[in-house]
T-cell receptor, first 116, second 118 residues
Framework: DADVTQTPRNRITKTGKRIMLECSQT?????MYWYRQDPGLGLRLIYY???????NKGEISDGYSVSRQAQAKFSLSLESAIPNQTALYFC???????????????FGPGTRLTVL | AQKITQTQPGMFVQEKEAVTLDCTYD???????LFWYKQPSSGEMIFLIY??????QNATEGRYSLNFQKARKSANLVISASQLGDSAMYFC???????????????FGKGTKLTVNP
C-alpha cells in the first residue's frame, strides 16, 4: 500500500462548489504539506503543518483552507471553487531528522482538479 | 526574487548519452539542502538525489549525480547513460528556513522537461 494517499484522484466540479481534498499517510511523519502544480510554474506551497496544532500559510493560501484532523490526515478545502484553481494538487510529508537540512518530502500521487 | 532557477525549459538527449540539467539557487542560510525530483508523464513525484550544504562530496545515486558548486550556488543534476524511461519533468528544490529538526519547507524550481531520443 502507498505511504501517502490522496482522495479523490480526479475531480471535476463547478464554479462556486465547496471541494475537499484528503490526504492520509502511514509514514508516521509529523510534517504535512499541500502544493498545487500548474504547467510552467512548478510546485507552489499552499499550506503546511508541523503537527496537529500547527497550521501555516504557504505562498498561495488565498481561496484555500486546511484541517489537520490527526497526525496522519491533512485535508485541503476550496470553499468556493473558481476556474483558476484548476490544477494538480499534491500532498507531501516529511519526518523529523537529525540534520537540519535533511528533510526529503514524500509525495502522494496527486489529485487532478478541474473547475468548470 | 526566485530562489530556485532552472533555465532550461526543455532538453533533448540521445539514448545512452549523459545530460546535465541546470539549477541555481539563492539563499543566505548557511545550512540548506538541495533536492532533485523526477515527474514522469503519469504525474507522481519521485525523489532522486539530495545534497546538503555542508556535504564535502558531490552526491551520487546510481546513474544520478549532483554537481554541487557552492560558491556559484549551483546544483546541477547529471544523468549518465540516459534511458528512454528518463524522459520526464525534473524539478530542483531547496530546503531552507531552519527550525529544530529540519527546514520549514521546500521551494521548487519551474522544472526542465527532458526528452530522451532513441
Amino acid at each position: 500500500d502507498a505511504d501517502v494517499t490522496q482522495t479523490p484522484r480526479n475531480r471535476i466540479t463547478k464554479t462556486g462548489k465547496r471541494i475537499m481534498l484528503e490526504c492520509s499517510q502511514t509514514k508516521g511523519h509529523d510534517r504535512m504539506y499541500w502544493y498545487r502544480q500548474d504547467p510552467g510554474l512548478g510546485l507552489r506551497l499552499i499550506y503546511y503543518s508541523f503537527d496537529v496544532k500547527d497550521i501555516n500559510k504557504g505562498e498561495i493560501s488565498d481561496g484555500y483552507s486546511v484541517s489537520r484532523q490527526a497526525q496522519a490526515k491533512f485535508s485541503l478545502s476550496l470553499e468556493s471553487a473558481i476556474p483558476n484553481q484548476t490544477a494538480l494538487y499534491f500532498c507531501a510529508t516529511s519526518g523529523f531528522r537529525d540534520r537540519a537540512s535533511d528533510d526529503e518530502q514524500f509525495f502522494g500521487p496527486g489529485t487532478r482538479l478541474t473547475v468548470l | 526574487a526566485q530562489k530556485i532557477t532552472q533555465t532550461q525549459p526543455g532538453m533533448f538527449v540521445q539514448e545512452k548519452e549523459a545530460v546535465t540539467l541546470d539549477c541555481t539557487y539563492d539563499t543566505s542560510d548557511p545550512s540548506y539542502g538541495l533536492f532533485w525530483y523526477k515527474q514522469p508523464s503519469s504525474g507522481e513525484m519521485i525523489f532522486l538525489i539530495y545534497q546538503g550544504s555542508y556535504d564535502q562530496q558531490n552526491a551520487t545515486e546510481g546513474r544520478y549525480s549532483l554537481n554541487f558548486q557552492k560558491a556559484r550556488k549551483s546544483a546541477n543534476l547529471v544523468i549518465s547513460a540516459s534511458q528512454l524511461g528518463d524522459s520526464a519533468m525534473y524539478f530542483c528544490a531547496m530546503g531552507e528556513g531552519q527550525t529544530q529538526g529540519g527546514s520549514e519547507k521546500l521551494v521548487f524550481g519551474k522544472g526542465t522537461k527532458l526528452t530522451v531520443n532513441p
